[in-house]
C-alpha cells in the first residue's frame, strides 16, 4: 500500500494521471470547516508530496457543494477542539495548530492549484490565496469575513490576500466582507481561471497535465523564487536566480529539453 492509499481524517488523497496528486478536503457536514486533524492531514500529506519525485502539481478541492467555510462556528459558539481556553492559550493553539498549514504551504516547492468548487470563507478564502493558482467556477465563492465576527485573520490571511490581489483590493475585502462568485471573482483576480461547473473538474485535470509536462526542477525553483523575490530587494532575488539558473542548467531535463526543441519532439522529464 502506498502512502496516499491510508485513510487520512477529514481528507481524501488521490494520484492522478501518474503525477497529479489530488487533496480533497471531507468535512461535508460541516462545509469542509477546518478541524484538527484536517489540519494534520494537509501537513503531512502537502509535506510527502512535495518530496515525492513522482508528483509534479498538487490539485486542492473540496468535497460536495463546498470548498472551505473555514472555521467551525459550532466550536467557537462552545468554545471547543482550536478555539478552546483563554487568551495565551488560544493564541498558542493558533500558533501550533492552523498555522502549520500557511508555513507548510509555503515551503511547498511543487505548484499548487485551489480548485474552489463552492464557498472559500474565511480562512477556506485563505487556504485558497496560498496556492499558486485558483480555478473556479460561478459556483466559487469567496468572501473575508472574520470582521464580520469579531475576529481576525489568525491563519495570514493578511500576508496571503494581499499577494495575490495587492493592498488596495485585500484591505477592501477585510473591511468589506463582501462576497465575490463567478465572473467577479475573476475579474477582481481571485481566479486565474473560470470555467462552466460541468466542466471545471476536466478542465483542471488538463491545466494540471500543463504544469505537469513542464521541467519539474525548472518549475519548483522558479515558484520558490517567484515566493522569494516577492519580499526581498533585486539584488537578492538577482544572487538567487543566479544560483537557481547554475543548478537548473545542468539539468538532465535541461539537455533534454535542448534535444527535443532540436529534433522538434515533445521532451521527456524526469525531474533530474
Known amino acids: 500500500m502506498s502512502f496516499y492509499d491510508q485513510k487520512f481524517p477529514h481528507i481524501e488523497v488521490k494520484v492522478k ?7 480533497t478536503l471531507n468535512n461535508p457536514d460541516q462545509m469542509n470547516a477546518i478541524t484538527i486533524p484536517m489540519i494534520n492531514s494537509l501537513v503531512s500529506v ?4 512535495d518530496f515525492d519525485k513522482e508528483i509534479r502539481v498538487i490539485v486542492l478541492t473540496g468535497s460536495g457543494k463546498s470548498f472551505c467555510a473555514g472555521g467551525d462556528i459550532k466550536s467557537m459558539e ?3 477542539g482550536m478555539f478552546e481556553g483563554e487568551s495565551n492559550e488560544l493564541r498558542m493553539r493558533y500558533v501550533h495548530g492552523i498555522q502549520q498549514i500557511p508555513r507548510c504551504i509555503e515551503e511547498v516547492s511543487t505548484p499548487m492549484i485551489a480548485l474552489v468548487n463552492g464557498a472559500a470563507i474565511g480562512a477556506g478564502c485563505d487556504l485558497a490565496m496560498m496556492c499558486d493558482l485558483r480555478v473556479g467556477s460561478n459556483s466559487s465563492k469567496f468572501a473575508e469575513t472574520f470582521t ?10 493578511t500576508f496571503f490576500l494581499q499577494r495575490v490581489l495587492g493592498y488596495a483590493k485585500a484591505m477592501q475585502m477585510f473591511l468589506t466582507a463582501e462576497v465575490f462568485s463567478g465572473s467577479k471573482a475573476l475579474d477582481f483576480g481571485l481566479l486565474n481561471f473560470l470555467f462552466e461547473d460541468s466542466e471545471i473538474l476536466s ?10 509536462s513542464l521541467a519539474p526542477i525548472a518549475q519548483s525553483m522558479t515558484k520558490k523564487a517567484m515566493k522569494i523575490s516577492y519580499l526581498s530587494d533585486l ?8 544560483t537557481f539558473q547554475g543548478i537548473s542548467q545542468r539539468t538532465t531535463d535541461h539537455f533534454e529539453a535542448l534535444s527535443a526543441f532540436k529534433e522538434k519532439r515533445t521532451p521527456k522529464f524526469k525531474a533530474e
Open 17 to 23: 494521471n501518474a503525477h497529479q496528486l489530488w487533496v
Open 78 to 80: 462552545d468554545r471547543s
Open 203 to 212: 478542465e483542471t485535470e488538463k491545466l494540471a497535465d500543463q504544469i505537469v
Open 46 to 49: 502537502f509535506k510527502h508530496g
Open 148 to 157: 464580520r465576527m469579531g475576529l481576525v485573520p489568525g491563519d495570514g490571511g
Open 235 to 242: 539584488h537578492t532575488s538577482l544572487d538567487l536566480l543566479a
